[in-house]
Every structure is written in structure tokens, then in C-alpha cells.
């Protein structure tokens, strides 16, 4: 079994590692982009679909880095510098932001951090002298490394699949450690992972501040890929966005969300022959899933799997009399 | 074998007709706002395009060469419209027309200057033009060039001394308020005070109390054309009997329609009006009423003007040359005499700014009545 998933890892890589030759600008942009909302998406997979608590702030973090980086590249700061710095400020204000969920759960989270949201984006908007107000921010350089410049599609894609790779690689092992267990035991029963001596509140503040510094690490990566970003791009329906993503992908299971950012980012592309039909179908295709398979994409394919493993025997049992 | 044969024969053939008329035609991108917030404006530039490259290709195409016009959705996101720009320019575009939200634009106009394409945009915030972009052309006014007729109209025409701003705080709106104020201050006109609403807000009463304590003169409003309908209605409730001034979208036909009687009264500047006086204006809207069934707005006119902007300037070039095409229509002016697509007398700066006659209008009895021409700046 962990050979399989070896293999199939490795060849969904050489995949991404191929494609982009057979690809023209716009569709290197796209998967770029795809791998930007996975990584956020990721991040929110953690507070929401591992830790259980629910957060409508996610672009808000991805906001939070990419003004960072974008501000600091204008200020001729090299790239790395930004994403750490991002990544840090984010786990910060993560921490922060999880106070609240220590207080509040389900639906009161949401609206709490429903609030944040819209308050970070008041921020970017109104604090012109800072973010450049209504107009957002140009002009910031897309990072070189090594002598290789990023501006060229093919080589910026490159550089957000080996970021890509390595957060998820992280991610991979946070989920698998002690801690990620403990995350679990906090969705499923936190008065019973307290009794087993799972501090809860530390792990709630962590589930928080780690899926916050993945937001914040997505924009820090979203601001060189668009080369330009105002307060626009991280309202609320932003987060509504990367919730879908979560949600549509397999809240819970760890490539939940990169399918489910797959399918939100590629989706609207497929259906473009649709024309003026395509938005009712999208939604239509959403709701149908979630009526009939709450757990996502990835739970689909489970039960699938497993409903194919169950039929030989099935029909073994059914011939005898 | 024979069967084989056959189809081999006529997969030829017609893998041959499809690179002929490939050859034969040249791709054009409208990049607009199909759906999403914008929808209603994109649809009205759309249609305009699509009617005017027909008109174009029934007549032999140019150069005699079809146009093969592929639309695309920005989704009125400026996100997507820049996936959009990048996925037309990869199609081969020779010019790419829109978007018309600035916020768009500002985003997707980076590709356009970087693949050497000209972009001819329905976009009217002052900051399109300001960035040095060689390969950016509007086709209206931007904010730059309306908001000192508007002011100097303020201050002669409505004889105000201070001003109330209400404007929708987005690139269109900011714009906007920012030239307006600087241009009213630069004439001594006192703005009383300054009023920043949100795109696609319901309730405009807490705004318009604000206005009605303020003691102004007369109400600037410079807002989309939905929250336009929204305003006028409130100021109409509470009584208000300032003369409301606006630029193009307040004296819009969708804020009249939705409006209703709260709109009559309201006045201001349009750069473009299927009511204008401009028999070929006029001969436009007729058209485009029978085909798509509704009143062009300026948007409409814009489309129109853009398409047809393109099919002369390659006329006069003789080539299909992007790069001499950006050239080209700087400081270029086209009479309708020469290109009567074109409906009005337009020349563009080296900037990519167009000047062109306008109207001061005021709604009388749910329609745009036109009030005065003003001249082109530069006569």
C-alpha cells in the first residue's frame, strides 16, 4: 500500500514536471495558480478538516502575506525574505485569531472569523497610505533565483511546485505527527481528548496559527504570480472560495483540498463551451456532491473503492443457496 | 481500404479548408465581463462588438480578411480577467478588446504591454492612461478629461458653492472622486462633504441625511449604475431639492428604467448617448435596438467604436501589424467621413486618451435630454 502511494506520488509529479512543456502561457498560469489555492486550501484543510474548527478568514492570511511580500519586494527586499516574514506574521495573527475559537465553536467561529475577514479587508483598503488603498499595489519584481528569472511563465510555475511540494511534504508529516493526531481527537471529542491529556488549548491556538501560516505562505506566492494585488482579491467570497475547495475536495483527507482546488480553479474552464450555463451547472454539480457525498471527491472515491472491494464477496455469498 | 481511402481524402480536405480559412481570417479577443456584477455592461459591449465585426465581415472583412472574434468571461473578476487576457494573447490575437471595469484592466493591461498587443478598453479610471502603458487605448473619457468639464458645470451651469460627494469606493469610483474634488477645490467651490458608499449597497438613507445636513449646494454622485438608481430614489424620499449632478452612469438609461420618476432631474455630463444628437448615433441605436431588443447604453457605443477603430487603423497601416497598430493610433484622429463606424470625431493622445465633443444632459420625464454640446478639448 505505501509502495502504491509512492509510485502514484511520484508519478503525479513527473506529470506536473512534463506538463508545463505542453502547455501555453495561460494554462502554466492556471495550474500556477491551482497550486496557490492548494496551498491555502491545505492550510485551511488543517484548522477546519483536521482540528474541526471552522474559519471564513482564510483569505484574509492569504491577504496578510501577499501584502507583505508585496511591500517588501517594493522595498527591495529579496523574495525569501517576504515568504518567511509572511509566514511568521500570519502564524502570528493565526494565534491570535484562535483565541476566540477557545470560546466560541461551529457557526459562532464562523461568524467570528467571518468578522476578521472583513476586518483585515477594511484595512487594506482604507489604510492608503500602507497598501495603496482601492488601487492595490504594482510594480514589485517577480523574485530570480540563482541567476533564473521567474518573469518567464514556465519558470515561475516551477518555482511554485517546488514550494508546493515542500509545503505539502510538511503538511504530510504535521498530520501524521503526534500533533496531527491530536488535532483529530480534538474534532471528534474534545472533552475526551482533554481526559487523555491533550492540552486543547494549545492544539486549537496551533490548528489555527498553522493553517494561518499556510494562507499566509499562498500569498506571499499569489502576489509575484499576479503581479498585482489590491483589497479585492481577499473579500469574503475569497474565503468562501478556499472553504468550497476544502469541502468539494474531502474535508479531512490530506489531497482533499489540492483536488478540490483542481476542480474550482479547472472547473469553470471545462464548462466554458457552456457559455451563459456554465455558473448553474457548476453550482448544480456542488450541490448534487454534497447532497449525496458529504465527504468530498475523496470520500467519493473511497466509498467507490471500497463498494468494488465488497462486491466479490458479495456475489460469492448471493450463489450459495 | 477504399472506406479508409475515402476518409483519409476527405480528412484532407478538410483539415486543408479549416487552414485556409484560418489564413484568411484574423483573431480578435474580447476580453469582457459576460457575467458577474458587470454582466449588464459587458453584454451591452459585446453585442455592440459582435454587431459591428458582422457589418464588417458581410462587407469583405479587412483587408479582406475575416474577423474571427472569440469572446471571453472575466466574470467581472479582475483575477480571472487577467487568466482570460493571457489564454486570448496565447490565442494569437492581433488587437484584444476590453475589459471595461478598471479594476480589471489595471491587472490584465501588464500582458497586453508585455506581448506588444493593443488593448483597446471600455475603462474609464484615470490611472489606465497614467502608467506609461504604449499599448493602452480608452474609448470614452477617462475621469482626467470629464471631471474638469463637470466641475467648470458645477460651478457656471448649477452656480453651486458647495458640494456634496457621494461616490463608490472602487477604482471607478476613487478615480473619479479624487480629479473631481481636486478640479471643484482648483475652482473655489467648497466640497461639504464627502460621502464613500460600497459597491452594490441596498441603503443609502444614513447618506443621504448625511447630505441633507451638509447644507450643499448640489450632490455630486459618482456611483454603477444600479446604486445610482438606489440614491436617487432615497433623495427623492427625504426630499431633497439640491440638483443631483453625475457623470455618464447617473443619467444612464438602466438608472433611469430602474429609477423611475426619482430620476428626472438628474443632470450632468456623458461623453457618449444613444440620445445624442449625431444622426449616426442615432442610426446605431435604431440597428442595435432591432437586433438585441434594448436601448444601447454607452458601453454599447463604445463596443462599436472599438471594432471599427481597428478595422481603419489596419486599413490605413495596409498590414496586420500589432505592434504598428499601437503605434499608429496615437495621435491619430478618425472623422466619420473616412470611417463612418466610428459615429463621432475621435483623436487619441500619445497617451491613449480620446478626445471627442459631449453633452451635458438632464433627465426630463424619464429621458436623456440633451442640454448642450460641448466641444472637443482640442478645437
Same mark, same amino acid.
Given at each position: 500500500?505505501?509502495?502504491?502511494?509512492?509510485?502514484?506520488?511520484?508519478?503525479?509529479? /513527473?506529470?506536473?514536471?512534463?506538463?508545463?512543456?505542453?502547455?501555453?502561457?495561460?494554462?502554466?498560469?492556471?495550474?500556477?495558480?491551482?497550486?496557490?489555492?492548494?496551498?491555502?486550501?491545505?492550510?485551511?484543510?488543517?484548522?477546519?478538516?483536521?482540528?474541526?474548527?471552522?474559519?471564513?478568514?482564510?483569505?484574509?492570511?492569504?491577504?496578510?502575506?501577499?501584502?507583505?511580500?508585496?511591500?517588501?519586494?517594493?522595498?527591495?527586499?529579496?523574495?525569501?525574505?517576504?515568504?518567511?516574514?509572511?509566514?511568521?506574521?500570519?502564524?502570528?495573527? #493565526?494565534?491570535?485569531?484562535?483565541?476566540?475559537?477557545?470560546?466560541?465553536?461551529?457557526?459562532?467561529?464562523?461568524?467570528?472569523?467571518? #468578522?476578521?475577514? /472583513?476586518?483585515?479587508?477594511?484595512?487594506?483598503?482604507?489604510?492608503?497610505?500602507?497598501? #495603496?488603498?482601492?488601487?492595490?499595489?504594482?510594480?514589485?519584481?517577480?523574485?530570480?533565483?540563482?541567476?533564473?528569472?521567474?518573469?518567464?511563465?514556465?519558470?515561475?510555475?516551477?518555482?511554485?511546485?517546488?514550494?508546493?511540494?515542500?509545503?505539502?511534504?510538511?503538511?504530510?508529516?504535521?498530520?501524521?505527527?503526534?500533533?496531527?493526531?491530536?488535532?483529530?481527537?480534538?474534532?471528534?471529542?474534545?472533552?475526551?481528548?482533554?481526559?487523555?491529556?491533550?492540552?486543547?488549548?494549545?492544539?486549537?491556538?496551533?490548528?489555527?496559527?498553522?493553517?494561518?501560516?499556510?494562507? #499566509?505562505?499562498?500569498?506571499?506566492?499569489?502576489?509575484?504570480?499576479?503581479?498585482?494585488?489590491?483589497?479585492?482579491?481577499?473579500?469574503?467570497?475569497?474565503?468562501?472560495?478556499?472553504?468550497?475547495?476544502?469541502?468539494?475536495?474531502?474535508?479531512?483527507?490530506?489531497?482533499?483540498?489540492?483536488?478540490?482546488?483542481?476542480?474550482?480553479?479547472?472547473?469553470?474552464?471545462?464548462?466554458?463551451?457552456?457559455?451563459?450555463?456554465?455558473?448553474?451547472?457548476?453550482?448544480?454539480?456542488?450541490?448534487?456532491?454534497?447532497?449525496?457525498?458529504?465527504?468530498?471527491?475523496?470520500?467519493?472515491?473511497?466509498?467507490?473503492?471500497?463498494?468494488?472491494? /465488497?462486491?466479490?464477496?458479495?456475489?460469492?455469498?448471493?450463489?450459495?443457496? | 481500404?477504399?472506406?479508409?481511402? &475515402?476518409?483519409?481524402?476527405?480528412? =484532407?480536405?478538410?483539415?486543408?479548408?479549416?487552414?485556409?480559412?484560418?489564413?484568411?481570417?484574423? !483573431?480578435?479577443?474580447?476580453?469582457?465581463?459576460?457575467?458577474?456584477?458587470?454582466?449588464?455592461?459587458?453584454?451591452?459591449?459585446?453585442?455592440?462588438?459582435?454587431?459591428?465585426?458582422?457589418?464588417?465581415?458581410?462587407?469583405?472583412?479587412? =483587408?479582406?480578411?475575416?474577423?474571427?472574434?472569440?469572446?471571453?468571461?472575466?466574470?467581472?473578476?479582475?483575477?480571472?480577467?487577467? *487568466?482570460?487576457?493571457?489564454?486570448?494573447?496565447?490565442?494569437?490575437?492581433?488587437?484584444?478588446?476590453?475589459?471595461?471595469?478598471?479594476?480589471?484592466?489595471?491587472?490584465?493591461? &501588464?500582458?497586453?504591454?508585455?506581448?506588444?498587443?493593443?488593448?483597446?478598453?471600455?475603462?474609464?479610471?484615470?490611472?489606465?492612461?497614467?502608467?506609461?502603458?504604449?499599448?493602452?487605448?480608452?474609448?470614452?473619457?477617462?475621469?482626467?478629461?470629464?471631471?474638469?468639464?463637470?466641475?467648470?458645470?458645477?460651478?457656471?451651469?448649477?452656480?453651486?458653492?458647495?458640494?456634496?460627494?457621494?461616490?463608490?469606493?472602487?477604482?471607478?469610483?476613487?478615480?473619479?472622486?479624487?480629479?473631481?474634488?481636486?478640479?471643484?477645490?482648483?475652482?473655489?467651490?467648497?466640497?461639504?462633504?464627502?460621502?464613500?458608499?460600497?459597491?452594490?449597497?441596498?441603503?443609502?438613507?444614513?447618506?443621504? &441625511?448625511?447630505?441633507?445636513?451638509?447644507?450643499?449646494?448640489?450632490?455630486? *454622485?459618482?456611483?454603477?449604475?444600479?446604486?445610482?438608481?438606489?440614491?436617487?430614489?432615497?433623495?427623492?424620499?427625504?426630499?431633497?431639492?439640491?440638483?443631483?449632478?453625475?457623470?455618464?452612469?447617473?443619467?444612464?438609461?438602466?438608472?433611469?428604467?430602474?429609477?423611475?420618476?426619482? *430620476?428626472?432631474?438628474?443632470?450632468?455630463?456623458?461623453?457618449?448617448?444613444?440620445?445624442?444628437?449625431?444622426?449616426?448615433?442615432?442610426?446605431?441605436?435604431?440597428?442595435?435596438?432591432?437586433?438585441?431588443?434594448?436601448?444601447?447604453?454607452?458601453?454599447?457605443?463604445?463596443?462599436?467604436?472599438?471594432?471599427?477603430?481597428?478595422?481603419?487603423?489596419?486599413? !490605413? =497601416?495596409?498590414?496586420?501589424?500589432?505592434?504598428?497598430? *499601437?503605434?499608429?493610433?496615437?495621435?491619430?484622429?478618425?472623422?466619420?467621413?473616412?470611417?463612418?463606424?466610428?459615429?463621432?470625431?475621435?483623436?487619441?493622445?500619445?497617451?491613449?486618451?480620446?478626445?471627442?465633443?459631449?453633452?451635458?444632459?438632464?433627465?426630463?420625464?424619464?429621458?436623456?435630454?440633451?442640454?448642450? &454640446?460641448?466641444?472637443? =478639448?482640442? !478645437?
Amino acid at each position: 500500500m505505501r509502495l502504491i502511494t509512492i509510485i502514484a506520488s511520484l508519478a503525479v509529479l /513527473a506529470l506536473l514536471v512534463v506538463l508545463p512543456f505542453n502547455l501555453k502561457n495561460y494554462g502554466i498560469y492556471i495550474l500556477s495558480l491551482w497550486m496557490v489555492y492548494s496551498i491555502a486550501a491545505m492550510g485551511l484543510n488543517l484548522t477546519l478538516g483536521y482540528a474541526g474548527q471552522v474559519s471564513l478568514a482564510q483569505a484574509a492570511f492569504l491577504g496578510i502575506g501577499a501584502y507583505t511580500t508585496a511591500l517588501l519586494m517594493k522595498a527591495g527586499y529579496p523574495f525569501l525574505f517576504g515568504f518567511g516574514l509572511s509566514a511568521g506574521i500570519c502564524f502570528c495573527v #493565526g494565534l491570535i485569531l484562535g483565541y476566540p475559537a477557545l470560546r466560541v465553536q461551529h457557526h459562532f467561529l464562523a461568524f467570528v472569523t467571518l #468578522g476578521f475577514n /472583513a476586518l483585515v479587508w477594511l484595512v487594506f483598503r482604507n489604510e492608503e497610505w500602507l497598501t #495603496g488603498g482601492t488601487y492595490g499595489l504594482m510594480g514589485f519584481p517577480r523574485p530570480s533565483f540563482f541567476g533564473i528569472d521567474t518573469t518567464n511563465q514556465v519558470a515561475f510555475y516551477f518555482f511554485s511546485l517546488t514550494i508546493f511540494v515542500l509545503l505539502a511534504v510538511i503538511l504530510w508529516w504535521i498530520v501524521r505527527s503526534p500533533w496531527g493526531r491530536a488535532f483529530q481527537a480534538l474534532r471528534e471529542n474534545p472533552i475526551r481528548a482533554n481526559s487523555l491529556g491533550v492540552d486543547i488549548r494549545r492544539m486549537t491556538l496551533l490548528a489555527f496559527a498553522i493553517g494561518a501560516a499556510y494562507g #499566509g505562505m499562498a500569498g506571499s506566492l499569489f502576489a509575484p504570480l499576479v503581479e498585482f494585488i489590491d483589497p479585492q482579491s481577499f473579500q469574503l467570497n475569497t474565503s468562501l472560495m478556499l472553504l468550497l475547495m476544502v469541502i468539494v475536495g474531502g474535508s479531512g483527507r490530506f489531497l482533499g483540498p489540492v483536488i478540490g482546488a483542481l476542480l474550482v480553479v479547472l472547473l469553470p474552464e471545462w464548462l466554458r463551451f457552456t457559455e451563459g450555463m456554465y455558473l448553474i451547472i457548476y453550482a448544480s454539480l456542488v450541490m448534487v456532491l454534497l447532497a449525496f457525498c458529504p465527504s468530498g471527491l475523496i470520500g467519493l472515491y473511497e466509498r467507490s473503492v471500497a463498494a468494488l472491494r /465488497a462486491r466479490p464477496s458479495g456475489s460469492r455469498g448471493s450463489e450459495k443457496p | 481500404m477504399r472506406l479508409s481511402k &475515402i476518409l483519409m481524402a476527405v480528412g =484532407l480536405s478538410t483539415a486543408m479548408m479549416i487552414g485556409s480559412a484560418q489564413a484568411d481570417s484574423v !483573431k480578435i479577443g474580447n476580453v469582457v465581463e459576460l457575467t458577474g456584477g458587470g454582466a449588464t455592461v459587458g453584454i451591452n459591449w459585446k453585442n455592440a462588438v459582435e454587431m459591428a465585426f458582422g457589418e464588417i465581415n458581410a462587407a469583405g472583412g479587412i =483587408l479582406s480578411r475575416k474577423v474571427e472574434l472569440t469572446n471571453y468571461d472575466t466574470q467581472t473578476n479582475a483575477q480571472n480577467s487577467r *487568466a482570460m487576457v493571457q489564454k486570448a494573447l496565447d490565442n494569437g490575437s492581433y488587437v484584444i478588446l476590453g475589459p471595461i471595469y478598471s479594476s480589471s484592466t489595471k491587472v490584465n493591461m &501588464i500582458l497586453t504591454r508585455r506581448a506588444e498587443i493593443p488593448q483597446i478598453v471600455g475603462s474609464e479610471a484615470p490611472f489606465i492612461t497614467t502608467a506609461g502603458n504604449p499599448y493602452i487605448f480608452r474609448t470614452s473619457f477617462g475621469a482626467a478629461q470629464s471631471m474638469p468639464k463637470l466641475a467648470a458645470y458645477l460651478k457656471d451651469g448649477v452656480k453651486a458653492s458647495s458640494v456634496g460627494v457621494v461616490w463608490v469606493n472602487d477604482d471607478f469610483g476613487k478615480g473619479g472622486r479624487d480629479t473631481v474634488i481636486s478640479e471643484l477645490k482648483k475652482r473655489g467651490v467648497k466640497i461639504a462633504v464627502d460621502i464613500s458608499t460600497e459597491v452594490g449597497q441596498a441603503d443609502f438613507a444614513s447618506d443621504v &441625511i448625511k447630505l441633507k445636513n451638509s447644507g450643499a449646494d448640489a450632490i455630486f *454622485a459618482y456611483l454603477h449604475e444600479e446604486e445610482s438608481a438606489r440614491l436617487l430614489k432615497e433623495i427623492k424620499k427625504h426630499g431633497l431639492k439640491q440638483p443631483v449632478v453625475g457623470e455618464t452612469t447617473l443619467m444612464n438609461q438602466k438608472v433611469i428604467d430602474l429609477a423611475g420618476d426619482a *430620476a428626472n432631474g438628474a443632470k450632468g455630463h456623458v461623453g457618449l448617448s444613444a440620445d445624442a444628437p449625431v444622426p449616426a448615433v442615432k442610426e446605431f441605436a435604431k440597428k442595435f435596438e432591432a437586433k438585441y431588443g434594448n436601448k444601447p447604453d454607452h458601453n454599447a457605443i463604445k463596443g462599436y467604436i472599438a471594432a471599427y477603430t481597428v478595422k481603419y487603423v489596419t486599413e !490605413k =497601416l495596409g498590414k496586420f501589424d500589432s505592434k504598428a497598430f *499601437a503605434k499608429a493610433l496615437h495621435g491619430m484622429t478618425i472623422s466619420p467621413k473616412n470611417e463612418p463606424g466610428i459615429l463621432m470625431e475621435v483623436t487619441w493622445d500619445d497617451k491613449g486618451d480620446i478626445d471627442r465633443q459631449s453633452f451635458l444632459v438632464e433627465v426630463v420625464n424619464g429621458k436623456q435630454k440633451i442640454t448642450q &454640446i460641448l466641444p472637443k =478639448l482640442g !478645437k
